[in-house]
Each structure stands twice: as C-alpha cells, then as structure tokens.
C-alpha cells in the first residue's frame, strides 16, 4: 500500500520548553484511509500536525509526505497538497467575504480569476455554504465557519487534509453536520486521505487506522478493534474504549465472539439478529 505519512523517530521540542513535545514518535498512514489521532491534552496532537503541515521547523527524525522528505527543498510544493481546519472556527479567515476565504489558497496558486469563481462556486456547493459567498465570516455560525475552512481547504485540492480537533468547539448539531459533511466529502473523493485528531472515539471506531499519542509517544495504533482491546492502557492515558468495543467485549465474556470487521453499533447488531 502506497503511504501518503511516514514519521520515523520524530521528536521536537518547544522553545523554552522543559520537555519534549513529541518523543521518538513513529507510524505510517495509508493513501486513501481514514485515521484518527486520539489523546488527552497535551499528549503532542497539534505538535504532530503542526510538522506534517511545515509549520514547525527543526524537528527530529524523518518525516516523508506522499513519498517526499519533509525538508526546507520540499516544503513549499508539500504544503499545497497537505490541508488543515483547526480547532478554532475564527482563527482561520483570511478573506473579508466567504468567497474570498475560500479564495484564498487559490490566490497564491496564481489560478485564473474565471477558473477561481468556478471553483468557489463549486466547494462552496459542496459544503453548503453557496448561499453565503457575500456574507462577512464574523457573521456565521461556529459549524458554518468551519464548513467554509472544509470548502478552502478541499478547493486546493489537497492529497491529505488534516483535521484539528475541527469540531470540538461546536454544539452537538453542528459536529453531526460537520461529520457527515466529512464523511460525504471523503466517500466522493476516496484517494483523499484524511487524518482526523479527535476526543470522538465513536468517530475513532470508524477509522481504518486509531493512533493513540500518550506525553508525545505513540503508545498504541492500529485497527480500532485491535486498538481498543487495550482498555488498561488507554485508562492509563486518560482514555475510555469506546461504547461498540466495550460492548463486544461483553459479549466474548459470555461467549459470543464477533468478527474484527464489524466497527458500529449498526452492523453489529444485523449480526446478532442473524
Ligand atoms: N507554543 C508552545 N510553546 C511551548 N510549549 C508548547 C507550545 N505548544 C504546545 N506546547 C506544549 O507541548 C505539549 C504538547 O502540546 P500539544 O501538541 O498542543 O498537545 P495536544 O494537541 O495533544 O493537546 C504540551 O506539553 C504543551 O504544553
Ligand atoms: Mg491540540
């Protein structure tokens, strides 16, 4: 399988910081999959996304985006095929419009002005915000301004887009809409890989790939179903397993083993009617 990351013995340190954010942290994530970073605060999440975007030079170890190393020769074409959506919905506007928001990455591609209303036009339809265009960004609410962050950023066309906590700050109705968005996004464009740092670990048991960061090391990762049957270690980093998981292990308690593929609560239970 082709990766789209590969970190080997990463580790980078703060400024004036007295430990190390990351610390020899290694793992790969696969072209086209969907992985989930989880972790309590300040286990090194952001760290990590800041350096796979090339904000955070001087870093340890090896980091190689879609086959390339990370280095200061690569960064610049890098950075256009990694996006990120932060945490916070009005740390991320630019433009004085919605359109022009989503414009902007396209601006420093020099693309030319017709192609550019295209494109808006066409991202902006996608994540629901085409009503909007004119609307001043203070003006929208936290699940809107994140759709517009979600529409600049897949209007660049990105291989890999990061997902910072980007829905954590809003109300339950706004991250439902901003997942299935997601997941829409994600159905329609397979080769995208999405790699989503999260406090959802129903959203973490959907994943392909969990990566569980503990003090800025990798203390578990792969399939949700192998990941969460460490339910001792994840407690240890101030971490639940999630509810599907807690519950097949219940039922392996009395004796009723379920296959690893099922990964939610709707085809397991198509699987115990049958
Ligand atoms: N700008 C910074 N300067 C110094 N230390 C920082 C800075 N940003 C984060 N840290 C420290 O680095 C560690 C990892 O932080 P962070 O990557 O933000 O964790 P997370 O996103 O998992 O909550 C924490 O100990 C945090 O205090
Ligand atoms: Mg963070």
Redesign the pocket.
């Known amino acids: 399988m082709e990766k789209a990351i590969e970190v080997n013995g990463l580790s980078y340190s703060?400024q004036?910081?007295d430990?190390k954010?990351l610390d020899g942290v290694s793992f790969s994530v696969d072209r086209g999959s969907y992985t989930c970073i989880i972790?309590h605060?300040?286990?090194?999440?952001?760290?990590?996304a800041k350096v796979l975007i090339g904000l955070l030079g001087g870093f340890k170890g090896e980091v190689k985006l879609l086959g390339e190393p990370l280095n200061r020769r690569t960064i610049v074409s890098l950075r256009r095929r990694v996006g990120i959506v932060f945490q916070n919905p009005d740390n991320q506007f630019v433009g004085s419009t919605v359109g022009d928001d989503i414009a902007f990455g396209l601006e420093n591609l020099a693309m030319p002005q017709s192609e550019m209303a295209k494109t808006v036009h066409e991202f902006a339809l996608a994540t629901g915000m085409e009503k909007e265009l004119e609307v001043e960004p203070s003006s929208l609410s936290g699940g809107q301004k994140q759709r517009v962050a979600l529409a600049g950023v897949l209007a660049m066309s990105p291989d890999i887009m990061i997902l910072d906590e980007a829905t954590s700050m809003l109300d339950p109705k706004g991250k439902g809409e901003i997942d299935s968005l997601i997941h829409k996004i994600k159905k329609s464009k397979p080769e995208l890989t999405i790699l989503s740092i999260t406090h959802d670990l129903e959203e973490a048991s959907h994943a392909d790939q969990v990566i569980v960061?503990n003090e800025?090391k990798v203390l578990l990762s792969g399939e949700p179903s192998a990941v969460f049957e460490y339910e001792e270690e994840l407690r240890e980093a101030h971490l639940e397993v999630p509810f599907l998981y807690r519950f097949i292990r219940a039922l392996k308690q009395e004796g009723i083993e379920v296959p690893p593929s099922l990964n939610s609560l709707e085809s397991l239970e198509e699987y115990l009617c049958r």
């Open positions: 703060y004036g910081g430990k954010a972790g605060n300040g286990s090194g999440k952001s760290t990590l960061l800025g």
